[in-house]
């Protein structure tokens, strides 16, 4: 099993810049990801960490760090429809099944 | 190109019940995989199938199963049903692998 950390809510200013972070023990680790969630609506997959390093993809760019069991997800220029949740999801390698374990969440509450 | 579907999107069954659901990936998409989302426990991956074979299997009871047909389409049966069944179910589908993975709407399941 593991354990996968990351706040519960966090606020930002529309324009600005806002990082989320995650954390995750694990013994398998066989990449990250992450996703955004609005309510009421199915998650939407943002990006995929497998290597350590920063996956930029235009507003939203993504670090793992795997020695530090450590990642973020960073959110450019914040527009309001970025109000939403952002689900860390750590998969795990289980006796050759990949497992991927979802974190709680991180509500992300843009205002003007 | 259309998106995963996922029928019924609402259901109301009673305890002891049993329920199938119906998951249909986008076109050329051979990997299927079936969440379940509650307030609770979060989202939680219960199985991922892949040219008709199970890949992978979360920990969930024997309760929960789930098969693919020959043209990727997929389907998720619960047995016995269980007021804590109450849940979204989402399937998502992918390519080959996991890394990149679209969502259904969901199966809002309530248990009564």
């Known amino acids: 099993g593991q354990n996968i950390d990351q706040p519960t809510e966090m606020t930002a200013t529309e324009g600005a810049i806002v990082q989320i972070n995650c954390t995750y023990q694990?013994?398998?680790?066989?990449?990250l990801f992450w996703y955004q969630q609005h309510a009421g609506e199915a998650p939407t997959f943002l990006s995929y960490?497998?290597?350590?390093g920063l996956e930029e993809k235009g507003r939203f760019s993504s670090f793992l760090s795997r020695s530090k069991g450590y990642s973020y997800l960073l959110l450019k220029e914040l527009q309001m429809k970025d109000s939403a949740s952002y689900l860390c999801?750590?998969?795990?390698?289980?006796?050759?099944?990949?497992?991927?374990?979802f974190g709680r969440g991180t509500s992300l509450i843009v205002h003007p | 190109k259309a998106g995963v579907t996922q029928t019924p999107r609402y259901l109301i069954k009673t305890r002891g019940q049993q329920v199938t659901l119906s998951c249909s990936p986008i076109?050329?998409?051979?990997?299927v995989s079936w969440y379940q989302q509650t307030p609770g426990q979060g989202l939680q991956f219960l199985f991922e199938?892949?040219?008709?074979?199970?890949?992978n299997k979360g920990n969930f009871p024997g309760r929960f199963s789930g098969r693919q047909f020959s043209n990727s389409r997929s389907e998720m049966n619960v047995s016995t049903l269980e007021l804590g069944d109450s849940a979204l179910y989402l399937c998502?589908?992918?390519?080959?692998?996991?890394?990149?993975?679209?969502f259904g709407p969901g199966t809002r399941l309530l248990v009564l």
């Open positions: 199938y892949f040219s008709e074979t199970q890949r």
């Open positions: 694990t013994s398998g680790f066989n990449g």
């Open positions: 999801a750590v998969r795990e390698d289980v006796r050759g099944s990949y497992i991927p374990t």
């Open positions: 960490n497998v290597l350590d």
């Open positions: 998502a589908s992918s390519p080959d692998r996991q890394e990149t993975q679209y």
């Open positions: 076109s050329g998409h051979r990997s």
